[in-house]
């Protein structure tokens, strides 16, 4: 029988909804213990013609509210122990991976990942209001040649960074080790320095050689 839970109106009983992701269907499945995935379970959603899609959260998980909703096939989204999450994760695509790390806390984050994948270091600190995406979500082509000019490209956030207010990583961003983004900034490309400041639109290289503490 398939699980119900209040919310949006079911046909027939309008106080109930169907629950897409607590239907073993198509290989999808949802992995976590503890009261934090548990809640997680109640938020996640497989839609349309997906299959053989997984969500896995490791253990005391915390969230004051996530949604995660995946479309496509052989999709993985990973979360890591120890981890206080909430906002969206958004994951559309085929064989792609989102993956946050260790002891990490976000909140209000958004993530899409569409054609190309997220990944997230241990000890990040993810400020309210950050965008993270890896894709213009329409075409843009070359007139002339037809071909396309913004292609999806893979966001990769290393270990102990600290993503301040509304800032946002677009595609093909990389943020290495212990850097620092700053408030509304907006990340474009991959930058090879630690322990930076990354600030501005588009961001540069603020201040070398710094460390910060939560």
Not at 50 to 77: E, H, P, Q, W, Y
Not at 130 to 146: L, N, P
Not at 203 to 210: D, E, F, K, N, S
Request: proline share 5%.
């Amino acid at each position: 029988m398939a699980s119900v839970r209040p919310g949006l109106p079911r046909p027939g009983r309008p106080r109930w909804i169907y629950h897409p992701a607590l239907i073993p269907r198509r290989g999808n499945r949802f992995e976590g213990r503890g009261l934090g995935a548990a809640w997680l379970r109640l938020t996640t959603l497989f839609y349309g013609p997906s299959s053989d899609n997984l969500v896995k959260v490791g253990r005391k998980f915390r969230t004051k509210g996530l949604v995660i909703t995946v479309a496509g096939a052989g999709n993985r989204v990973e979360i890591g122990d120890d981890v206080s999450f909430s906002g969206r994760i958004e994951v559309r695509g085929f064989g792609l991976t989102v993956k946050i790390g260790d002891r990490c806390d976000a909140k209000r984050t958004r993530i899409i990942a569409a054609d190309a994948g997220v990944g997230i270091g241990d000890d990040c600190l993810i400020a309210a209001g950050v965008h993270i995406r890896t894709s213009d979500m329409h075409v843009i082509v070359d007139r002339a040649g037809g071909e396309r000019v913004n292609p999806p490209r893979a966001v990769v956030v290393g270990t102990g960074v600290w993503i301040a207010g509304e800032a946002a990583l677009l595609k093909g961003a990389g943020v290495p080790d212990g850097c620092v983004v700053g408030f509304r900034s907006v990340v474009t490309q991959v930058f090879d320095e630690t322990d930076c400041v990354l600030a501005g639109v588009p961001a540069r290289v603020a201040r070398r050689g710094i460390a910060w503490t939560r």
